[in-house]
């Protein structure tokens, strides 16, 4: 009998995996390099470039927001290659989890599809819940009517007397989301495509006009001084350790290229098409966020005030820490005609975002329970649709209460954590791969591999733990994320682990046999 510890890194062959998806019959192949593209930057740029960095810039990095983005860029890319290479290689529902499994074994590849497919979920919450504020805009824009105040946002302890209650919005992206995710593959795709297209023209139109209204004098000081009086100025922190901190908030928006490689098994030419769609999507991005956050800090100071008459960093509120700040810098410079624009593309740009993550959550679901790790009921597809909808569904309700109830900041974080854990595992992974079989064909060979992985894990781990500062003669960690953030991942992974040992290390399909 195998032996305890043979049971934990018990895995499937690359060859194992290759004939599966050439055999697999569950998802119809209906997707091209376009469509996944699309579902790629459909992920990427939404909340991140709509909210979040906006939010940075005011809070933490000012002007260096730019900054930001490339230190989480460069960890964010070294993972995408990784991503690529694997993508090209194992082309099979599951992303990191598939690849993982074929590399680490089971326990590992349990724990990277566990961490996933509740960071995915998650997301999904966040997300949704930052569609909202843009698409209450929008109705009052159109409409003149609001939400009662109850239902306009989920009860925040920070506020707890602003009356809000529930995400009523966030709860209905959520639910409309999966209902289409039910239908056709490629029905969701087309509408997924046509959206981000929307998106992208938004952002462009934003950046174009915005740019006419840039004032250089607003991006001195590039990054800000360092601030100490926290009382006056909300906290912000600013200096080389605020936009640091502020990189491992916004590598929230630099991340989402993985949930496409979640279709592999619907991609006509996964082998080909994976690769080129995840650098493809990352580029993309990128370019889109340093030219709105140029745009942004150019058109109003990184601490200018809502209310003219108040100090600039001593505001009752920010005019890029609100709560849809794009539309906030336009109305601050008397550009209100572009606000349905604006909101219209943050509508769509944010909803696709949604799509991205939730198809990505139900395809990890479908492949851990195909597997035999989670229960087999998740694991059939519907029989005239040819989608995963029963975990789809699932996923539907538990990330509309999850958008519904809960604030943005604080799963914001979680979930950097647990993308940044399988990002380390990813870059690992390939190394790894590369030392075992060197002689497996690999459609797309990441460059400079021995460089970039390292590079890979190293921005990773510091994105979470902080980095090492000399300040004064005195070695410290600044930026990272908080401790609580880390003692909540600590817990997610415990019940996790809980779950493999109880049930799926007894049922998987490679104890059982029936692999």
Same mark, same amino acid.
């Given at each position: 009998?195998? *032996?305890?510890?043979?049971?934990?890194?018990?895995?499937?062959?690359?060859?194992?995996?290759?004939?599966?998806?050439?055999?697999?019959?569950?998802? !119809?192949?209906?997707?091209?390099v376009?469509?996944?593209?699309?579902?790629?930057?459909?992920?990427?740029?939404?909340?991140?470039?709509?909210?979040?960095?906006?939010?940075?810039?005011?809070?933490? &990095?000012?002007?260096?927001?730019?900054?930001?983005f490339?230190?989480?860029?460069?960890?964010?890319?070294?993972?995408?290659?990784?991503?690529?290479?694997?993508?090209?290689?194992?082309?099979?529902? *599951?992303?990191?989890?598939?690849?993982?499994?074929?590399?680490?074994g089971?326990?590992?590849?349990?724990?990277? *599809?566990?961490?996933?497919?509740?960071?995915?979920?998650?997301?999904?919450?966040?997300?949704?819940? @930052?569609?909202?504020n843009?698409?209450?805009?929008?109705?009052?824009?159109?409409?003149?009517?609001?939400?009662?105040?109850?239902?306009?946002?989920?009860?925040?302890?920070?506020?707890?007397?602003?009356?809000?209650?529930?995400?009523?919005?966030?709860?209905?992206?959520?639910?409309?989301?999966?209902?289409?995710?039910?239908?056709?593959?490629?029905?969701?795709?087309?509408?997924?495509?046509?959206?981000?297209?929307?998106?992208?023209?938004?952002?462009?139109?934003?950046?174009?006009?915005?740019?006419?209204?840039?004032n250089?004098?607003?991006?001195?000081?590039?990054?800000?001084?360092?601030?100490?009086?926290?009382?006056?100025?909300?906290?912000?922190r600013?200096?080389?350790?605020?936009?640091?901190?502020?990189?491992?908030?916004?590598?929230?928006?630099?991340?989402?290229?993985?949930?496409?490689?979640?279709?592999?098994?619907?991609?006509?030419?996964?082998? !080909?098409?994976?690769?080129?769609a995840? $650098?493809?999507?990352?580029?993309?991005?990128?370019?889109?966020?340093?030219?709105?956050?140029?745009?942004?800090?150019?058109?109003?100071?990184?601490? @200018?005030?809502?209310?003219?008459?108040?100090?600039? *960093?001593?505001?009752?509120?920010?005019?890029?820490?609100?709560? &849809?700040?794009?539309?906030?810098?336009?109305?601050?410079?008397?550009?209100?005609?572009?606000?349905?624009?604006?909101?219209?593309?943050?509508?769509?740009?944010?909803?696709?975002?949604?799509?991205?993550f939730?198809?990505?959550?139900?395809?990890?679901?479908?492949?851990?329970?195909?597997?035999?790790?989670?229960?087999?009921?998740?694991?059939?597809?519907?029989?005239?649709?040819?989608?995963?909808?029963?975990?789809?569904?699932?996923?539907?309700?538990?990330?509309?209460?999850?958008?519904g109830?809960?604030?943005?900041?604080?799963?914001?974080?979680?979930?950097?954590?647990?993308?940044?854990?399988?990002?380390?595992? $990813?870059?690992?992974?390939?190394?790894?791969? !590369?030392?075992?079989?060197?002689?497996l064909?690999?459609?797309?060979?990441?460059?400079?591999?021995?460089l970039?992985?390292?590079?890979?894990?190293?921005?990773?781990?510091f994105?979470? $733990?902080?980095?090492?500062?000399?300040?004064?003669?005195?070695?410290?960690?600044?930026?990272?994320?908080?401790?609580?953030?880390?003692?909540?991942?600590?817990?997610?992974?415990?019940?996790?682990?809980?779950?493999?040992?109880?049930?799926g290390?007894?049922?998987?399909?490679?104890?059982?046999?029936?692999?």
């Amino acid at each position: 009998p195998m *032996g305890f510890f043979s049971k934990l890194v018990r895995s499937k062959s690359v060859a194992q995996l290759q004939a599966e998806a050439g055999a697999s019959r569950d998802f !119809r192949r209906t997707m091209g390099v376009w469509q996944l593209t699309a579902i790629g930057v459909g992920a990427i740029v939404g909340v991140g470039v709509f909210v979040l960095a906006p939010n940075e810039a005011a809070l933490n &990095a000012g002007p260096a927001i730019i900054l930001s983005f490339l230190v989480a860029g460069i960890g964010s890319a070294c993972a995408a290659l990784s991503y690529a290479e694997f993508a090209g290689m194992i082309p099979v529902t *599951g992303s990191a989890y598939t690849y993982g499994y074929a590399v680490l074994g089971e326990l590992p590849a349990w724990i990277i *599809g566990w961490d996933l497919l509740v960071e995915y979920a998650l997301i999904v919450g966040v997300v949704a819940a @930052g569609t909202s504020n843009y698409l209450q805009s929008l109705i009052a824009q159109i409409t003149g009517l609001h939400l009662p105040v109850f239902l306009q946002a989920a009860y925040d302890p920070a506020h707890p007397d602003s009356g809000r209650g529930i995400n009523l919005i966030a709860m209905l992206v959520a639910l409309g989301v999966a209902a289409l995710q039910v239908a056709r593959t490629e029905v969701g795709a087309r509408f997924n495509t046509v959206v981000v297209t929307l998106k992208v023209l938004g952002v462009i139109v934003v950046v174009v006009v915005g740019a006419f209204y840039v004032n250089t004098a607003n991006w001195t000081p590039f990054i800000p001084p360092l601030v100490h009086d926290a009382a006056a100025t909300g906290g912000t922190r600013y200096g080389v350790g605020g936009m640091l901190a502020a990189a491992s908030i916004v590598f929230f928006a630099v991340f989402g290229y993985d949930t496409l490689t979640t279709a592999a098994e619907e991609s006509k030419n996964p082998q !080909r098409d994976l690769p080129l769609a995840v $650098i493809a999507s990352l580029g993309v991005a990128m370019a889109m966020y340093l030219a709105i956050s140029l745009v942004l800090t150019g058109m109003v100071p990184y601490n @200018g005030c809502v209310d003219p008459s108040q100090v600039p *960093g001593q505001c009752s509120e920010m005019i890029l820490a609100s709560s &849809a700040p794009v539309s906030a810098v336009f109305a601050a410079r008397d550009l209100h005609w572009i606000s349905g624009i604006i909101n219209i593309a943050a509508v769509c740009g944010i909803a696709s975002v949604v799509f991205a993550f939730m198809l990505g959550a139900a395809r990890i679901w479908f492949a851990l329970s195909r597997d035999g790790l989670l229960p087999a009921w998740f694991a059939k597809s519907h029989p005239k649709y040819g989608t995963p909808h029963r975990p789809t569904l699932m996923l539907g309700v538990f990330t509309a209460l999850a958008a519904g109830l809960l604030p943005i900041r604080e799963l914001a974080e979680l979930v950097n954590i647990g993308t940044l854990s399988a990002f380390i595992v $990813i870059c690992a992974s390939v190394l790894i791969l !590369r030392i075992r079989q060197p002689e497996l064909e690999r459609r797309f060979r990441t460059p400079a591999l021995w460089l970039l992985a390292p590079l890979g894990i190293v921005f990773s781990l510091f994105l979470i $733990i902080g980095w090492p500062w000399v300040t004064d003669g005195r070695f410290h960690l600044i930026g990272g994320l908080d401790v609580l953030t880390m003692w909540r991942f600590v817990i997610w992974m415990a019940i996790g682990l809980a779950i493999y040992f109880f049930y799926g290390m007894r049922h998987s399909k490679l104890a059982t046999g029936k692999a």
